[in-house]
């Protein structure tokens, strides 16, 4: 059928390093650990940019970009690895032009090492770790509490989003030493104070609500709430690069389909709860352009917060949307109040308040 005409020169012709990042691929130049599992230290997955190209030495598999989506998403066949692609990126990476190879810079080289003497971020995300970290911290009863009675999520909500809750570091530190070298457990930005003679402990304090960032099924990053609103109420993790939160709602988004970009975890949680298809963006200067050419193929509407800060948000979002020919609308959010906090008061009616750009 002719909705299923596959464009294979256009798809092959997307730049790998940008279908690798969607993909949730952790890359430090060149090179990143293997999505398969089996590498530990060793950056065995490396990336071809004049070829267009990757390579495992770990595992053995390699090919284009078409062959790296069917493996890092255990897609059954190449052919429903392209379709998945023409749907969901062609149409917001098309513009991008591969390096030609008789070109010795490329727009990939800022993703290197611009001298011998740079060093590349010792941070990086370790799904295997994380997943661990949240089957160890399930919710308990205040965590519950906080986000049903004062947040206003059902069950349904909270067991989506996968909500997890820290109530005590130091038996958590133990496990996690046995499980992994000190060496990982700091590059995955989990602990600090790694040379404090009294032993490291959690990025995160005790007595807080885990949120974590999954994508295409692995959890990239898990941000910390604290329960008691002391400011800083959210805590990262040390120097990892932090994801959209839920950017899995995308799997199932169509040409042209509604997305919702909110500014933060729980308006994106209130607005998946009232039936939309939401990202969060943490952080009124977080947006990037590589989240405006993963939106490009959407109808994108901005939720920003009711102040100076929502404002910078929609801004910023807007114009990377517009640098790519796409438009952003808006949701105004009363004067003072966030998305979820004017929908918990019903000042908000999300059906009548969007607003061309």
Known sequence: MARHRINWEAIRRLPILEVAAILGINIQGKNALCFGGHDNKTKSLHFSVEENLWHCFGCGRGGSVVELVREARDFPSTLEAALWIQRHLLHGLAAIRIPDKSVGTSRYSEAAPKSPSEKVSPFCSDPEIYEWVLE?????EAGTRYLHVERG????????????ELNT????????????????????????????????????????????????????????RRKDDKLPRYINLRGVRMPMFNLSSLD?????????????IPDTMTAHQLGLRAVGCLGA???????????????????????????????NVKKAMAALGHSAERIRVPPGEDF??????????????????
């Open 252 to 264: 199932t988004a169509g040409l042209g389909d509604d997305v919702y970009v909110c500014e933060g």
């Open 153 to 164: 999520f059902n069950k349904a909500t909270i067991d989506y989003f996968r909500v997890g």
């Open 340 to 357: 979820s906090s004017a929908s918990q008061k019903g000042l908000l009616a999300v059906n009548k308040k969007r607003e061309a750009s």
């Open 285 to 315: 200067n977080a947006f990037t352009e590589a989240w405006a050419r993963l939106l490009a193929p959407f109808r994108v509407t901005v939720i920003p917060d009711g102040d100076s800060g929502g404002e910078r948000f929609y801004a």
């Open 169 to 224: 570091d130091r038996r958590l530190i133990s496990e996690l030493r046995e499980h992994w070298s000190g060496e990982r457990l700091a590059r995955s930005g989990l602990l600090v104070g790694t040379s404090d003679p009294k032993g490291p402990r959690l990025v995160w304090w005790t007595n807080v609500i885990l949120f974590p960032f999954v994508v295409q099924r692995r959890v990239l990053y898990i941000q910390a």
């Open 136 to 140: 160890q911290c399930p919710l308990l």
